[in-house]
T-cell receptor
């Protein structure tokens, strides 16, 4: 079975500082990994995905994520946080072997403080 | 934004009444999904569809049924609403080819069962 863990319910960071939102996953084979962001009263917006190739994936709004197979992690990062990055972030996984629906983590709330 | 429309956007209903939520897409994507979002649980899959009249259960399908008679419409029905079904419901779509495609989300329906 596929699963995702986001170990932090809340992450606080000062504006201008680097941010990291953590994600670890479990799949039986190789994973497809995704990050989404949700702003208040909105649906989820796709940020980036890892399919294959370079372990560092770049996405929307200056976000990037690093795939680490040995640690089964896919942490979301940004070099310099903005107040407007404050939102709820979800990591999701799908086993590469099938066309099964995405399995989501419980989400991490990011607060960027001016 | 992907062409996904959920209706209604907000609904208050009484315990024991049937409720139907509608998801309409204009992207001609094969896969459609219903998730519910609850604090502390993230997004959990209710049902999904991989084609017209082809559906399957998700993690939290009890008390819910779905139908897909046309590519563009995916209906979620609560046969007899309970207070535990108070939640925010999201529809998502994906092309589904090869499993490496991201899902796109609607704006959500906030359902309150009183």
């Amino acid at each position: 079975a596929q699963s995702v863990a986001q170990p932090e319910d809340q992450v606080n960071v000062a504006e201008g500082n680097p941010l990291t939102v953590k994600c670890t996953y479990s799949v039986s084979g190789n994973p497809y990994l995704f990050w989404y962001v949700q702003y208040p009263n909105r649906g989820l917006q796709f940020l980036l995905k890892y399919i294959t190739g370079d372990n560092l994936v770049k996405g929307s709004y200056g976000f990037e994520a690093e795939f680490n197979k040995s640690q089964t992690s896919f942490h979301l990062k940004k070099p310099s946080a903005l107040v407007s990055d404050s939102a709820l972030y979800f990591c999701a996984v799908r086993d590469i072997g099938g066309n099964t629906p995405l399995v989501f983590g419980k989400g991490t709330r990011l607060s960027v403080i001016a | 934004d992907a062409g996904i429309t959920q209706s209604p956007r907000h609904k208050v209903t009484e315990t024991g009444t049937p409720v139907t939520l509608r998801c309409h897409q204009t992207e001609n994507h094969r896969y459609m999904y219903w998730y519910r979002q609850d604090p502390g649980h993230g997004l959990r899959l209710i049902h999904y569809s991989y084609g017209v009249k082809d559906t399957d259960k998700g993690e939290v399908s009890d008390g819910y049924s779905v139908s897909r008679s046309k590519t563009e419409d995916f209906l979620l029905t609560l046969e007899s609403a309970t207070s535990s079904q108070t939640s925010v419901y999201f529809c998502a779509i994906s092309e589904g080819r090869g499993g490496n495609t991201e899902a796109f989300f609607g704006q959500g329906t906030r359902l309150t069962v009183v």
